[in-house]
């Protein structure tokens, strides 16, 4: 899928807000049939443009309540110590995004957690003993002023 035509961007549009949306009350909303627009979403999601459906947990709500964002450094960019790194980090279930930067870190990764125990356990039993692990920096969350999951279009 070369380019999102209007169609699919008012498609994707609909679908960020609300991805329970049956198919007859999305196509009535973009304004086309129910065989159309079944068939687009399907192309969008074959195409991988849409990678998938998920429920956004109010992670307060749900009893987590450490949010931090944190800044890892390692000790050379070895491939072995990247590809270790990488592979254990998409396994984790505290770490909700994982970001490779430019500048003074070489990774971001956004954590829940239930608290700071359960923190410090992430860190000493995890994160520590990763090998190539230089410098891990901890910035609390101490508000949400915007968390987006939908993408402009």
Same mark, same amino acid.
């Given at each position: 899928m070369a380019r999102l035509e209007a169609q699919d961007r008012r498609l994707l549009r609909i679908l960020q807000?609300?991805?329970r949306i049956s198919n007859q009350e999305l196509a009535e909303a973009a304004g086309m049939s129910a065989s159309a627009c079944w068939r687009r979403v399907r192309a969008?999601?074959?195409a991988g443009v849409i990678r998938r459906y998920a429920a956004l947990v109010d992670t307060q709500k749900a009893g987590m309540d450490f949010?931090?964002?944190v800044h890892v450094s390692l000790t050379r960019h070895d491939h072995g110590h990247v590809?270790?790194?990488i592979d254990e980090v998409t396994g984790r279930p505290e770490v909700l995004d994982c970001f490779?930067? !430019? *500048?003074e870190a070489d990774y971001h990764l956004r954590?829940?957690?239930?608290?700071?125990?359960?923190?410090?356990?992430?860190?000493?039993?995890f994160l520590f003993r990763l090998?190539?692990?230089a410098n891990v920096r901890t910035n609390l969350v101490l508000k949400d002023i915007k968390q987006e !999951? *939908?993408?402009g279009l």
């Open positions: 807000g609300n991805g969008l999601e074959e949010h931090a964002i590809d270790t790194f490779a930067t !430019t *500048g954590v829940v957690c239930d608290d700071l125990a359960a923190y410090n356990a992430f860190l000493e039993g090998p190539g692990i !999951t *939908g993408i």
